[in-house]
């Protein structure tokens, strides 16, 4: 055997090297994980279709004429497929495994091993985003920014979605545990079900009006709504970038914190 | 010469209990250290302070030169580690993970492929180095972890039971590669391994951890002398092993005895001239022999004379 006729010098390869590096894998390890895409795009399709065909003309109906219930729909659906997705599952299997460890054992900056992750999820989000967009298009939805505005709606959903993974690294990274990780599923109802899911803001009484106030989901979808069905609404387009902005403030100072508190050797 | 390891009263306690209770060695830089010790024993807790995973509650580690709690980074880019279970992504290739461990060493795309070319030889595996590690048997998996951690060339390699679960031939060629590392390139290793064979053929010194303290050191041929020049065990019944300690322990050429389980390890000076005695002895307390066997002391003699207890036997319950 010869392993060392090459001399080579060992160096801290830098954070953004370290970052290209961990999310090439992680991208590489997401397309060999169908399971992990597959149902989160069937889920919003399916959705999308039932929704429509259920509600559209029970909704429509006690709207003036010219409400579009799809497009209504469409940022629900949109939601649907980007809120939840992670590689949360495959960080726990690297603890468990090991190969976490192999990797705190290079000179790696220890905040790119999640950052990485984060990346790939932000590539799969917006590839989920966009076919769910593409059938509302399909199915005759008017969108009222134009092509930019389909674009600033993805950069949206897409900053949502991956504003909403630090909850599941959160977890992970705590537990190292996969039921664990599983059970972070269940944050998934209250964002998305607690909101104008499927009725209008106004339209809603009591106890679920309050928590619908407070839920930021709800100022994202008034925000996709706004560039599907109104126009360049900025204060509706603002207030749904600030509710990207709060929950990822929050949902990164979990997940950054668990990260530390992983690697601080203690 | 700076040691390429020194650790100074080194401990480690998780809540009320104390896995490494201050541990002071030193490896020569070229060296081969064998750290042997049973399963809870501190072994893995202490290479895990040494390589930088886990932070010491008391004392000093120095690895490569750098403190292994102030310089953490400085001691990462000096060595290398296979863990004890082999730590890798089985949704990777081999190759795939080969260059990504060159990729965070900050090895340029030159210098990855031509390790690569290197390690491919070590790893022996040929086409299957491009498909997914999670097929790959546990032979496989251990070699692709001792390549993942050459890649960068480090001065210090640690590796933690680095034959466990490999087949003869994929155990030998490890050992040649320790060996080759070791004599050629001049590599300190620090070797842990449940193998008494390992630790006895391929380390230049040999610590003993038992209970968090390291509670011998020496080459191995000085620890087996330590204990006489010959042993004669006696394998018996263990309700009548006090018997058969009682039966020889005053015997001139008997210099100590132990007992585990059914042996009674008897050491001695001369053992062809000192095994007819013994069993003369033996037969006369009345007990039943049911195997008289001489030979010269192992590592596994140095740890029941140390410890009380035989190293495999701890290490299979």
Known sequence: MSTTHVRVQARSAGFFTDWRTVSLRALRLTWRDPEAFGPALAIPLFFFVVNVGALQSFVEGGFPPGFDYKAFQLPVSVAFAVTGVSRASSLVLDIQDGYLDRLLLTPVRRGTLLLGLMTADLVLITALAVPVLMLGLLLGIDVATGFLGLIVFVVIAGLWGLAFTGFPYAIALRTGNPTAVNGAFLLFFPFLFLTTAYLPQEAMTGWLATAVKFNPTTYLLDGLRALLMDGWEWDRIGKALLAVLGLGAVSFTLAFKALAGRVKRN | ?317
Do not use: C
């Open chain 2, 1 to 317: 010469m700076t040691p390429a390891i020194e650790a100074r009263a080194l401990a480690r306690r998780f809540g009320e209990k104390d896995a490494v209770a201050g541990v002071d060695l030193t490896v020569a830089a070229g060296e081969i250290y064998g750290f042997l010790g049973p399963n809870g024993a501190g072994k893995s807790t202490t290479v895990r302070m040494l390589t930088t995973l886990l932070k010491p509650t008391a004392g000093t580690a120095r690895v490569a030169g750098h403190d292994v709690a102030d310089e953490a980074e400085a001691v990462r880019l000096r060595i290398g580690v296979a863990l004890q279970s082999a730590a890798l992504d089985p949704k990777q290739t081999g190759r795939e993970l080969l260059d990504l461990q060159g990729r965070l060493y900050g090895l340029s795309k030159h210098d990855r492929t031509a390790r690569m070319n290197e390690l491919l030889d070590l790893v022996g595996i040929g086409s299957a180095i491009d498909q997914r590690i999670g097929t790959y048997s546990g032979g496989m998996k251990r070699r692709l972890d001792l390549a993942a951690a050459l890649v960068h060339q480090p001065e210090v390699l640690f590796i933690d039971e680095p034959t466990t679960g490999l087949d003869p031939t994929s155990r030998i060629a490890v050992w040649e590669e320790v060996r080759r590392l070791n004599k050629e390139v001049g590599m300190t290793i620090f070797l842990t391994t449940q193998y008494l064979e390992e630790a006895d053929t391929l380390a230049d010194r040999v610590g003993i951890i038992a209970r968090g303290l390291l509670v011998a050191e020496d080459t191995p041929d000085a620890l087996k002398r330590s204990i006489g020049s010959d042993v004669i065990v006696a394998r018996v019944a263990p309700s009548a092993a006090d018997a058969v300690v009682a039966a020889v322990r005053d015997l001139a050429p008997v210099e100590g005895t132990e007992v585990s389980g059914h042996e009674v390890v008897i050491s001695v000076a001369d053992g062809p001239a000192a095994i007819s005695p013994v069993a003369v002895a033996i037969a006369q307390a009345g007990v039943r022999v049911e195997g008289l066997t001489l030979r010269t002391p192992t590592l596994d003699d140095v740890f029941l004379h140390i410890t009380g207890g035989r190293l495999q036997e701890d290490e299979a319950a």
